[in-house]
């Protein structure tokens, strides 16, 4: 036999730097626009939001531990393996429905996104951080620190470009992330995670669920272990009793810009802590 | 001194490693909710031996440690405490003014452990004097050198001393599984233990990496089964040493009941020994009872 076999890739879900098929095992079809089918996808549960936050509370600490410097190095990475996967990216982009010319420029738009918020990892704390004057003998700083983990609802729309700068937000400062996409957006999702996961970031550091945002974002916002949400790619009309969830452990609302590049996008998923020291001679 | 014993004692018996490990691994399937959840989540509790075994434990550490384990989660009055805590013998006196009155008993590791390599004499005053200062259980580790060496005789003989230094107290005979090397000898090596006088039989100390499995479980439970066909004697199982979670610990509860009946399933014949079990469980609860995952934000930190 002289003809090669097509060997399509399976979409799975990226946990804790692992790549498993939903404990549920189910799937969804994702087509593209004329209805054919691209692949079945994983649909994540909400057992696989509970295993995907124990993996980024795992990472957490350690890798908010990290010098900054190292993890704008390792978010610069992530931008070298998508640089050298360029074409699947494209690729992907294209068979979604995105055209050759806008899925060139959103994967260009992608690459460069890590590189700029890669270059943030070592300025968040000169630029949002102060020493307050106080009426006293003391110096008093306020300095940002992470919040720890957030739970993303990825934008549909641009599908590779949104969750990148999303992403790259979140994770920049030391928080880690579950996001979740969904439809077909999944496919440049995980095509992502495939990225992330050569790019020495610590597994759990990124995980990625795809499936349904309106059965996984009751269980993300009552979920008290998760410390931010990102509801940027949230679906629309939300039942508001869904939200209020989110109060029960006082986790941070985000509300940002579904391709943002700005340091208050950083600044979205980090605490303020004051310190007082006193002067002494 | 000769250890004598008229029961049956067969040591031949070799072990379907294939069948034990699928056996094992078909016990691990069952879907447990909602109510049943509740009650194997309690029933964990209140099997538990809530143990540290650090040289870093101090009295304060473990008069905390003791507060948690009579009431594990002072919010919810429903959790049961657990079974015991499980010490060092230097704590021993704290652990029994920190748990007087409250039903929850005293563990303490004895004998060299987690060794069990040095002189019998020294062990036993070890163990004798554990006894003296209050400890209602003691772990003590089998002299795995012995056994390795093939010096049955010897090993019967220690623990059977053993067994009359603890005088009133129960005495636990920690195998340490992983250093035994196969299930034929785990099998023998519960043999030899109960027929010299342990009260339980032990997986490990916690002391090495390869720690309780539910195969060496069902192992030594399919041992202690065919001990009582034998003999008519009742021996308890400890598991312990790498039970983190609810779902392993339940794991556990199906494995015993499945083999040994649910008469086993209480804490004077089965018991869990964990340090960090115990959180994971209470979040287990925390779940049940409000609906939400909860987190190690709402827990002790221990």
Known sequence: MNEHLPVDKTFKLFIGGAFPRSESGRTFAVRDAKGALLANASQASRKDLREAVRAARGAQESWAGRTAYNRGQILYRAAEMMEARRPEFVSVLRQIGVTPKAASKQVDQAIDRWVWYAGWADKTHHILGTVNPVAGPYFNFTFPEPTGVVGVMAPDEPALLGLVSRLAAVIVSGNTAVAVVEGPASLAAITLAEVLATSDLPGGVVNLLTGDKNELLPWMMGHLDINAVDLTGAPKDLDPTILEEAAVNVKRTVWGDSTAESPYAIADFLEMKTVWHPIGK | ?302
């Open chain 2, 1 to 302: 001194m000769a250890c004598i014993t008229d029961k049956p004692l067969s040591l031949a018996t070799s072990v379907d490693q294939v069948a034990l490990e699928a056996r094992a691994k078909s016990l691990t399937t069952r879907s447990i909710k909602t109510t049943s959840k509740r009650a194997a989540l309690h029933l964990s509790i209140r099997c538990m031996d809530l143990t540290t075994l650090e040289g870093a434990d101090t009295p304060g550490k473990v008069a905390s440690l003791c507060q948690k384990a009579t009431r594990p989660d002072p919010t919810n009055l429903d959790v049961p405490p657990v079974a015991a805590v499980c010490v060092y013998p230097e704590m021993v006196d704290y652990a029994v003014a920190a748990t007087a009155g409250t039903g929850v008993k005293v563990a303490s590791v004895a004998g060299a452990f987690p060794s069990g390599l040095s002189r019998l004499s020294i062990r036993l005053d070890d163990i004798a004097d554990a006894v003296a200062r209050g400890a209602h259980e003691i772990d003590i580790v089998l002299n795995r050198s012995a056994f390795l060496t093939g010096d049955y005789n010897l090993v019967m003989d220690e623990v059977a001393a053993a067994k009359e230094a603890c005088g009133e107290a129960h005495l636990k005979v920690i195998l340490e599984t992983g250093e035994l090397g196969g299930y034929d000898q785990i099998r023998r090596a519960s043999m030899l233990s109960m027929h010299a006088g342990a009260d339980f039989i032990k997986t490990s100390t916690g002391k090495i990496p390869k720690a309780s499995t539910l195969p060496v479980v069902l192992c030594m439970a399919e041992a202690i089964r065919d001990h009582a066909d034998a003999t008519g004697e009742i021996i308890g199982l400890k598991a312990a040493g790498g039970i983190r979670t609810a779902k392993q610990a339940w794991h556990y509860l199906v494995v015993i009941g499945e083999t040994l009946g649910t008469d086993w399933l209480t804490p004077d014949l089965f018991r869990l020994g964990a340090s960090s079990l115990l959180n994971d469980v209470l979040q287990q609860l925390g779940k049940l009872d409000t609906g939400r995952y909860s987190g190690p934000d709402y827990v002790t930190v221990d």
